[in-house]
C-alpha cells in the first residue's frame, strides 16, 4: 500500500491550494534556466524571472539593453518554456528595469 511520493506531494500540494503558486515557481525557474541556455552566461546575472499572472510573466532586467536582448529571443524563449512546463502558462513576457 505504498504511494510514491511524487503522487503525495501532488495530492498535498493541491489539498493546500498552492497548486498555481508552485507551478508559477516552476515556470520561474525554468525561465531562468533558458535565458542561460538560449543567450549564455552574461545574461544569467542581470535578469530574473518574478512572478506570472494571467499568463504573462513579469521579469526584472538590470537595464533596457537586457531586455531588448530578451526580446530578440522571447519567441524562443516562449517555445522552449511550453515545451517544459506546459503550454498555455505562459504566453507573453512583460520587463521590469
Not at 491550494?17 to 552574461?42: P, Y
Request: hydrophobic residues 40%; contains cysteine.
Amino acid at each position: 500500500m505504498a504511494e510514491q511520493i511524487g503522487s503525495l506531494l501532488d495530492k498535498t500540494i493541491n489539498k493546500a491550494g498552492i497548486s498555481e503558486q508552485v507551478s508559477a515557481a516552476v515556470v520561474c525557474d525554468q525561465f531562468n534556466r533558458i535565458v542561460q541556455e538560449v543567450i549564455g552566461d552574461k545574461i544569467k546575472s542581470k535578469v530574473k524571472a518574478m512572478y506570472v499572472k494571467n499568463k504573462t510573466l513579469t521579469i526584472a532586467v538590470l537595464s533596457s539593453v537586457v531586455g531588448q536582448e530578451i526580446k530578440l529571443h522571447e519567441q524562443e524563449i516562449l517555445e522552449q518554456l511550453s515545451k517544459k512546463v506546459g503550454e498555455q502558462k505562459v504566453e507573453r513576457l512583460r520587463f521590469l528595469v
